[in-house]
């Protein structure tokens, strides 16, 4: 078992930052993929970025590229999730999940991805 645990979400205006937290603890090992994802009203959950801990392999959505990072505080022994949105737009607008999917492989499908965080909400404003 995981359990995961979202902060730092909130309103912003557009071109703006924001740094999101996530709290994860159980089961993490180094074969564990951890991502985030976001989800607005009418559409499906899609991946921002994702990383496999186990050689550091990182994801991007097309939409995110070179304005969000995602990062880890300790690649080894993992115990937060992070990821820093700058140069937000109104479409980045959504609720934010933490995801953890066990061992083995690191898709971009939500429905792979085993435990979730409760999300949080970013909102930005034109």
């Known amino acids: 078992q995981v359990q995961l645990t979202e902060s730092g979400g909130g309103s912003v205006q557009a071109g703006g930052s924001l740094r999101l937290s996530c709290g994860a603890s159980?089961?993490?090992?180094?074969?564990?993929?951890v991502a985030w994802f976001r989800q607005t009203p009418n559409e499906e959950r899609e991946v921002v970025a994702r990383i496999y801990l186990i050689g550091g392999s990182i994801y991007y959505a097309d939409s995110v590229k070179g304005r969000f990072t995602i990062s880890l505080d300790h690649p080894q022994n993992m115990e937060y999730l992070y990821l820093q949105m700058n140069s937000l737009k109104p479409e980045d607008t959504g609720i934010y999940y933490c995801?953890?999917?066990?061992?083995?492989?690191?898709?971009?499908?939500?429905?792979?991805?085993?435990?979730w965080g409760q999300g949080t909400q970013v909102t930005v404003s034109s």
């Open positions: 995801a953890a999917k066990a061992p083995y492989g690191c898709p971009v499908a939500a429905s792979e991805y085993d435990y």
């Open positions: 159980g089961e993490i090992s180094r074969r564990t993929c």
